[in-house]
């Protein structure tokens, strides 16, 4: 039988012909990406005597940015002079910064065909860019910068065969949401997109989808590559990439289709993801919300903002409920400044924040009481994930969350007429 994508990824990482099932790879990575939160966790961090390579080393500050603490500030420092000791090709100090898997896309740190390390969990999200990353751990990822070795186990892989396309306000969110109520987790096992309907999703889906799948448990998530991968990447490598593509007759664990058609928007409920689905005639009763939230690194792209300013153009938030935007990346700022989303959504009454992480990991400008009830476009929704363990967290598609900004309860985004603002299609990511 031939080799899927995750396979041949890790065999050559790992400097051999084959990888199968089973076995455990030991690899050498193309990039290792390093954000600010391990240097301020106490007993996380040692500084390093030595970096493999100064040029595959990144670090970037994401989780706490500016600084809302002490501790924060010391662990920024430390960053800081980290980066200068050893020369590092790629430092995104704050003012350059944003959500690290979204700087490392844009920027061009992730490439088809090869293999990304870093701390966070959703590492998976360059998966959507055919790269093979995952969240390893601050250990492993502390081995990886300095010895530039990391392992995984080899995995089997589940793939998903897109059909059609999107109706609209449909999303990519959405379409993550139906497979994992359709199928659950995907402990110990990698999934891999692709199919015929591949070329109906933007890049920005395709991210929402591949950073999601984290909420699955899978070990690696990615996408074929294509058209729509070379186009979004061109002018952004500084050498040219070589793709991987699952063999013909590659051994999967299942293959799956889905009908993107039939997708419907849908809300995953508190506190969990997989199989905790409901679609909008399901909810029992309207769901008041205290706050709704666009951004990380699943939904913090310019698409998202768009969307959101589609919807609350020429309206107000409902009285009560706190609208926050984030955008993932300084440039996605920049960009939605241009375009005037700024303006449309800070008119409307949200608050446009710097990009961090913020509120998704309820650790500032954004955290949850008890008690309270937030809609969110971020990544996660278990217990204390935003704040307070009393809280109840709701995910939706960034339609789904602006369209609930205005009417102050949870809301299908296809009851609400979108107006004619700035920017592209009313689905988002």
Known sequence: MGATTIEKILARASGKSAVRPGEVAVCRPDMVVHIDLPMAIEGAWYRPTRVFDRERVAVIFDHAVPSPSIRDASAMSEGRRFARQFGLAYFRDVGRHGIAHVVAAEEGLVRPGELLVCADSHTCASGALNCAGRGTGIPDTLQAITRGLVWYPVTPTVRYEFRGALAPMVSGKDVFFQIAQLWGAHGNTSIEYGGPGLRALSISERRTIATMSA?????????????????????????????????RDADYLDVRAVDLAGVEPMVMLPHTVPRNGARFSELKGPVRIDQAFIGSCANGLIEDLRVAAR????????????????PGFQAVYLQAVREGLVATLTEAGAVVTNSTCGACFGYHMGVLGPGEVCVTASTRNFRGRMGSTEASIYLGSPATVAASALTGVITDPRTIAASPSPGGATGGS
Request: glycine letters at 12%; hydrophobic letters at 45%.
């Open 215 to 247: 909420e699955l448990g899978a070990e690696f998530a990615i996408f074929d590559h294509d058209e729509a991968t070379a186009e979004y990447l061109e002018g952004r490598l500084g050498n040219p990439a070589v793709p991987a593509h699952p063999d």
């Open 311 to 326: 919807i609350l153009g020429g309206n107000k938030v409902a009285p009560g409920v706190r609208f926050i935007v984030t």
